[in-house]
């Protein structure tokens, strides 16, 4: 079955450096899904991408779905503390890679 | 609205014991599921339903069953509370019935100790 892969599973950066991470498929999606989920809380839509190839942007956040619809990395540019939590993405199947958890050091 | 609710927040069993997780959603959606969330693993798909009176297996369904009787309501039944079920469940919903080609909304979460 579908298999997603995240990685790093933690990363821990000086407030005002970039953030990435990578979200991997073992098959094709026709959509994936990224979610933030704040320590002690439950996780929240951040956004849906379908098209291969698309790049989408939230304000520091950049979200870009590959080629081959196998893999999707999110990169956050000049952290803050309030990007502290971790980051899941999902599969079409509603399957979830185990997460990178953010912490922010001031 | 008040979106995905779960209930209770906490709870502590004796292994053995049984007992039903609750899950509620007021947006009229489709398509529910379970989660559960454990350090290290991130979220485990553990029963799903694409409407009323359908249900599937996700990943973990062992030890767990379901039943979708209205739109609205979707529980969870631990049969035999194991050590190995102490985690945090959390229920989710979402538009579609296909469920993942939409936002999906979670509930608070359940945090489940099994001694």
């Known amino acids: 079955g579908q298999q997603v892969m995240q990685i790093p599973q933690y990363q821990h950066v000086q407030e005002g450096e970039d953030f990435t991470t990578y979200c991997n498929s073992s098959t094709t999606l026709s959509n994936i899904q990224w979610y933030k989920q704040r320590p002690g809380g439950h996780p929240v839509f951040l956004i849906q991408?379908?098209?291969?190839?698309e790049v989408k942007k939230q304000k520091r956040l950049t979200f870009q779905f590959g080629e081959a619809k196998k893999n999707s990395p999110l990169h956050i540019t000049a952290t803050q503390t309030t990007d502290v939590g971790t980051y899941f993405c999902a599969g079409q199947s509603g399957r979830f890679g185990a997460g990178t958890r953010l912490t922010v050091k001031p | 609205n008040a979106g995905v609710t779960q209930t209770p927040k906490f709870q502590v069993l004796k292994t053995g014991q049984s007992m039903t997780l609750q899950c509620a959603q007021d947006?009229?959606?489709?398509?529910m599921s379970w989660y559960r969330q454990d350090p290290g693993m991130g979220l485990r798909l553990i029963h799903y339903s694409v409407g009323a009176g359908i249900t599937d297996q996700g990943e973990v369904p062992n030890g767990y069953n379901v039943s979708r009787s209205t739109t609205e309501d979707f529980p969870l039944r631990l049969l035999s509370a194991a050590p190995s079920q102490t985690s945090v469940y959390f229920c989710?919903?979402?538009?579609?019935?296909?469920?993942?080609?939409?936002?999906?909304?979670f509930g608070q979460g359940t945090r489940l100790t099994v001694v």
């Open positions: 947006m009229n959606h489709e398509y």
């Open positions: 991408l379908v098209k291969s190839g």
């Open positions: 989710a919903s979402s538009y579609s019935s296909q469920g993942w080609d939409t936002e999906a909304f």
